[in-house]
């Protein structure tokens, strides 16, 4: 069926390496995936999205990669920061014009200092 | 600009209750969504509401309703609570329906049903 999923559930880096977070999706027909970071005590907060017809888009200290052959994305956190300690999720729009976002289930990084 | 607002920020209830959450949007957002935040199933989508119009619904059962005031504040609500219904419930507000990127989530209310 289809799914929004994420290889590790944890991830724990160290202060000023680089993080990269991994999430596999199942339906070629999605176009447009964001993540989001997710701190303690809030909601969920927008870091950066890609739309199918791209395959890298980048950020401030991030840069997301979308593999539409095998349907994987990652987001890579430059440099990662204490602040960076969050719970990581992807999140896939399918079908154009269909407005519902589909979760995966997070990834949770830990900086070590 | 004031973030997305959502009160109560917890609440306890017992089985068999109904309860309402209510969210105020960002000023000028008139899309608000709602969603359901749980450690087994992650974050769930419930609804969207734009221009006091459900304009999207995710697959949860009709106990679960909301509308949306024509100030675009929002509410849900939940009747004949379950234990399962424990979860953190968030909103969050885009300025228009269908770009769903640039939302913005409120700090969510955290429901416990015993």
């Known amino acids: 069926g289809e799914s929004v999923g994420l290889h590790l559930p944890t991830l724990s880096v160290q202060e000023g390496d680089n993080s990269i977070i991994n999430c596999a999706y199942s339906n070629s027909a999605s176009d447009y995936f964001i993540w989001y970071k997710q701190e303690s005590g809030k909601g969920p907060q927008f870091i950066i999205d890609i739309r199918s017809n791209m395959d890298k888009r980048q950020g401030q200290r991030v840069t997301v990669l979308l593999n539409k052959t095998v349907k994987h994305l990652s987001l890579q956190i430059a440099a990662t920061q204490p602040g960076d300690s969050a719970v990581y999720f992807c999140a896939e729009k399918k079908n154009f014009g269909n407005e519902k976002l589909t979760f995966g289930t997070g990834t949770r990084l830990t900086i070590i200092p | 600009k004031a973030g997305v607002t959502q009160t109560p920020r917890y609440l306890i209830k017992t089985r068999g209750q109904q309860v309402t959450l209510s969210c105020s949007p960002i000023?000028?957002?008139?899309?608000v969504s709602w969603y359901q935040q749980t450690p087994g199933q992650g974050l769930q989508f419930l609804f969207e509401?734009?221009?006091?119009?459900?304009?999207n619904k995710g697959n949860f059962p009709g106990r679960f309703s909301g509308r949306q005031f024509s100030n675009s504040r929002s509410e849900m609500n939940v009747s004949t609570l379950e234990l399962g219904d424990s979860a953190l419930y968030l909103c969050?507000?885009?300025?228009?329906?269908?770009?769903?990127?640039?939302?913005?989530f409120g700090p969510g209310t955290r429901l416990t049903v015993t």
């Open positions: 000023s000028g957002h008139r899309s």
């Open positions: 509401y734009f221009s006091e119009t459900q304009r």
């Open positions: 969050a507000s885009s300025l228009v329906t269908g770009y769903t990127g640039e939302q913005y």
